[in-house]
């Protein structure tokens, strides 16, 4: 069956270019799970969504209609949409992580090698080491001080800013390492990014770090022990970019999973009230395993629920098992984009391709589908049914050839409540890379496949 390009549906492309250039400043303005989180909640509470926990500390009772949100540890968000019915009824659920691979700046980083003061790194979920150098690199995240005081860092993003990089061996002298593998070719413990090489004049030993150290106390208020208790993050410097001389495309950080995430925040706004509770869940650590207290193995979602039922004084734990098992859920997250480069990697008659709509996969794991969610028949025919019905576009794919590879999402996680789940999101060129390319079209039809699953499913 072949899937037509979505763009020819589209005698004027405006709503098309005008919903990327909003996505566009969102993926450009959030490199970090903080930061998505802080602009989901400012684009909530524009669209009347409250804080269930002012709910619950007020003692206040909430009905059909009520809008309001969760967030942990500020790096996970769970959005409600309050439908008619019981939430033992269950829920619809789109759900998309916010964290991206990276590099991460280690607890005890700087140091100073023949005045080159850099900081050392641990990089983040899957990435090919050798993509990250020589490029123009930034800094995001946060410091907390010994008095609980937090300060926000972005350096390399203004155009006043400086960057931050890694380097790379010249050429000249490269003959070793080109003879490596691509995986060994850039070590992890050498993505050591460079920051000053000025030397103190007051100082007498490691004196180009003493000047960095001043730097950021004057600058930041940062010290050397702030780094013990900081989550810092190095991302590519830079806004989101249209790519290619058509603009079709947008190029920029993070498309894996922002994305999805951003999609389905923005169909959660923009739809109506629905007979069953809609929800968007956002989580954190999905590209390591999706552990920890804000990843989608933690109870946050399920804990989250509980409250929600009994500020609707509707709760019980068997109506909360109810709930859980009773959801219908699309797993929002991008599929690997079809790249002429490199055909070979692809089933070409079950491959995502850009430009054609929604990706829909029936399952994910590796060779014989090991960690998979393998979605029901049943449930296929309705979420697609739901797509006909609203004439999004969408397409069914896999990742890969049998045996060539494969990953995961979120979706056996959620699944083992007993509810339905698919795999659902945005078809990606160069997924993992610093830079990403997905299809305007694809992006747009993200957001109209996961408003007609709010208001069909």
Known sequence: MENKCAWEKYSDTKAVFDFNENYKKFISDCKTERECVSEA???????????????????ETLKAGDKVYAAHMKKTLALFHIGKEPLEKGLKILGAHIDSPRIDIKQNPLYEDNDLVLLDTHY???????????????????VVKKDGSVINVVIGEDESDPVVGISDLLIHLAG??????????????????LVGSIPSKSAEKDKSKEA?????KEKYNIEEEDFRTAELEVVPAGKARDYGLDRSMVMGYGHDDRVCAYTSLVALLDSDTANKTSVVLLTDKEEVGSIG??????????NTVAELMNVLNDYSELKLRRCLSNSKMLSSDVSAGYDPNYPSVNEMKNTAFLGKGLCYNKFLGSRGKGGSNDANPEYLSEVFNAMDKENVSFQTCELGRVDQGGGGTIAYISAQYGMEVVDAGVAV???????EVVSKVDVYEAYLGYKAFIKNI
Not at 41 to 59: F, P, T
Not at 124 to 142: D, E, M, S
Not at 293 to 302: D, I, L, Y
């Open 41 to 59: 909640i400012a684009l909530a509470k524009s669209k009347g969504y409250r804080d269930l926990n002012e709910v619950i500390q007020n003692h």
């Open 124 to 142: 983040y979920g899957g990435i090919k080491k050798y993509q990250w150098v020589t490029l123009p690199l930034a800094l995001h995240g946060v």
């Open 176 to 193: 070793d390492q080109m003879a490596k593998t691509a995986s060994k070719v850039i070590e992890g413990e050498d993505l050591n990014v």
């Open 212 to 216: 960095i150290l001043t730097l950021l």
């Open 293 to 302: 207290a804000t990843g989608a193995s933690s109870k946050f979602f399920e």
């Open 429 to 435: 060129q160069n997924m993992h890379a610093p830079w």
